[in-house]
């Protein structure tokens, strides 16, 4: 019993040095690997924010993101961004509710079955952060909206060994300009959204 508490010990010790020793991610733009990667939908969320009533903010998500984003960092503004977001992946914390987003008052999942992102100006703004002006569809309406984005990180995952690379995103858009208009003006117009992406590099 003695010798296999110790092997186990030994073992433990031992993988827990392999995942200590792995290279840490980088903070660095420039040090970034340039070429094409793919969304990572289990490491990528979407949130947003909306205003209840002006009683309080509520917050809601979506999820299974899927698209690609070509990078250099020799050239960011070159840089190109297309995401898709399924919108019946729409969540809050009441079933409720999350029915009746994807219903034709709010959403309508049904006719209009995904939201869009579309990049068409990538502007540095700073070592580590740009406006990402794109063209966003969502329920069947095609606007522009810009986006503040933040490099977070890059590096080798660990465990899936495929070099990763991180963005914090934020903007603001106005449900009503995309058709969306249900309960104006008691449920807020502006819908905040907050971005966490993870892009996987594919070449």
Aim: proline share 5%.
């Amino acid at each position: 019993m003695k010798s296999l508490l110790v092997s186990g010990l030994a073992l433990t010790l031992a993988l827990g040095g392999t995942a200590l020793a792995q290279t840490p991610a980088t903070h660095e733009p420039a040090s970034v690997q340039a070429g094409t990667y793919a969304v990572d939908p289990g490491h990528t969320q979407v949130g947003w924010r909306v205003s209840h009533m002006g009683f309080s903010n509520y917050n809601g998500g979506f999820s299974d993101v899927s698209g690609n984003l070509v990078l250099d960092p020799k050239n960011p503004a070159a840089a190109k961004l297309s995401v898709k977001i399924p919108v019946a992946s729409v969540t809050t914390t009441s079933a409720k509710l999350t029915g009746e987003l994807k219903g034709d008052q709010w959403l309508d999942s049904g006719k209009f079955p995904d939201m869009t992102f579309v990049s068409t100006k990538v502007a540095p703004a700073g070592k580590d952060k740009a406006k990402v002006t794109g063209d966003l569809t969502l329920h069947g309406v095609t606007k522009p909206v810009t986006l503040d984005v933040t490099f977070v990180g890059a590096g080798t995952n660990p465990l899936n060994k495929k070099y990763t690379v991180g963005f914090t995103a934020t903007g603001t858009l106005k449900r009503s300009d995309f058709g969306v208009k249900t309960y104006l003006p008691l449920i807020g117009d502006d819908l905040h959204l907050a971005i966490e992406g993870a892009f996987e590099r594919q070449d």
